[in-house]
């Protein structure tokens, strides 16, 4: 069975700063894919990035960024340039190849101070 | 992008009614829609998968009798909470898979229901 830890219940970055956000994940598959997600207060769910496992390049979406170590099973997200829009719930969340669904982690509220 | 929607966005009904909720795939043929419950301040819990024509799996300690879902087109799901109760409130979100390559999974808005 898959599972997603974030271990930061709430974190806070002023405005033009970065942060990042972390979240490690334990899976017995060898093919995997792993995202993040944010949550505005409209709780719309909103795909952030995705990472395929098998690629070793981590995956960049402008302002965001992600670190994914396979060995350590760890996947944190950047953020730079921390903008006031940024702030919302983030979720970790991985799946295995297939028609399997997203597990998602315990998520990460993100304030971001003026 | 691909679109999912959900209707109603917010239901209210009385303990012992049944309320239904349907998620469309708007833009795009979904074989798999999942259903989530999301409790305040938590994270997403997965209830059932549900694939076009079959029945739905559900996660253990979901109650099937209780969450009805239907998967009969490619576009549209429903769940059905039947002889709701107020421990039932909370905000239910659909979400939908493409068919194709990765197999993005898009969700919808969300439905928020109480149960009074």
């Known amino acids: 069975a898959q599972t997603v830890t974030q271990s930061q219940p709430e974190m806070s970055v002023q405005e033009a700063e970065t942060v990042t956000l972390s979240c490690t994940y334990d899976?017995?598959?060898?093919?995997?894919?792993l995202f993040w997600y944010k949550q505005p207060p409209s709780r719309q769910m909103i795909l952030v990035i995705r990472?395929?496992?098998?690629?070793?390049q981590n995956a960049t979406e402008n302002r965001f960024s992600v670190n994914f170590q396979k060995a350590a099973k760890s996947f944190s997200l950047k953020i730079s340039d921390s903008q006031l829009g940024d702030a919302a719930m983030y979720f970790c969340?991985?799946?295995?190849?297939?028609?399997?669904?997203?597990?998602f982690g315990k998520g990460t509220r993100l304030s971001v101070i003026a | 992008g691909a679109v999912v929607s959900q209707h109603p966005s917010w239901v209210i009904c009385k303990s012992g009614t049944s309320v239904k909720i349907e998620c469309r795939s708007l833009?795009?043929?979904?074989?798999?829609m999942f259903w989530y419950r999301q409790f305040p301040k938590q994270s997403l819990m997965l209830m059932a998968t549900?694939?076009?024509?079959?029945?739905?799996?559900?996660e253990q300690g979901v109650e099937k009798d209780k969450f009805l879902i239907n998967h009969a087109s490619l576009t549209l799901s429903t769940l059905t909470v039947t002889s709701a109760h107020p421990e039932d409130s909370s905000f239910y979100i659909c979400?939908?898979?493409?068919?194709?390559?990765?197999?993005?999974?898009?969700f919808g808005p969300g439905t928020r229901l109480t149960v009074t």
């Open positions: 979400s939908a898979r493409t068919r194709e390559g990765l197999g993005e999974q898009y």
């Open positions: 969340a991985s799946r295995t190849s297939g028609n399997t669904p997203l597990v």
């Open positions: 833009d795009f043929q979904a074989t798999t």
């Open positions: 990472q395929e496992a098998y690629k070793q």
């Open positions: 549900s694939n076009e024509g079959s029945k739905a799996t559900y």
């Open positions: 899976t017995s598959e060898s093919d995997y894919y």
